[in-house]
């Protein structure tokens, strides 16, 4: 089985994202929330009023997996939704504008951690740039 350099990359990029995600659960978890979880309340908070299905897009959620996370979330009190004509609005209540005052600024301390604890400032910048890039890539190919 040949790998090249590109494959390798992908699976690394893939296991760190498996990893950052564990490891945010572990932390999240003395807040009751999950990482997911935490990724929705700071989409809807971006961007709210905002519809179930731009949300969907946004958090690369299917729309039946979107359901399910926004019930639950919903039943905690942290988003409400209103529905006009065909379209379900989505807001962050004051619960859930609390929650993610509560856990935002740990969280991201927590997460740039990760970056800071074993890369310079250089190497930072350098990757972010590569990232951007093959994001950008990316973005141009589902277009």
Known sequence: MHQTRASLI?????????????????????FDLTSSQFDL???IASHEPI??????????????GISR??????QLGWIERQ???KTNWIRLTKKGADKLEEVYDQQVAFQS???????CEEEQKQ???????????????LS
């Open 10 to 30: 992908w699976v690394r990029l893939a296991r760190f994202h498996e990893q950052s995600n564990s490891l945010s659960n572990q932390f999240l978890a003395s």
């Open 41 to 43: 309340l700071v989409q």
């Open 51 to 64: 519809t179930q299905q731009q949300l969907a897009s946004k958090v690369l959620v299917s729309e039946g």
């Open 69 to 74: 996370s926004l019930k639950r979330i919903e």
């Open 83 to 85: 529905k006009e004509w």
């Open 113 to 119: 951690a990760l970056f800071e604890d074993c890369l």
């Open 127 to 141: 990757l972010y740039y590569l990232l951007s890039k093959l994001q950008k890539n990316t973005e141009n190919k």
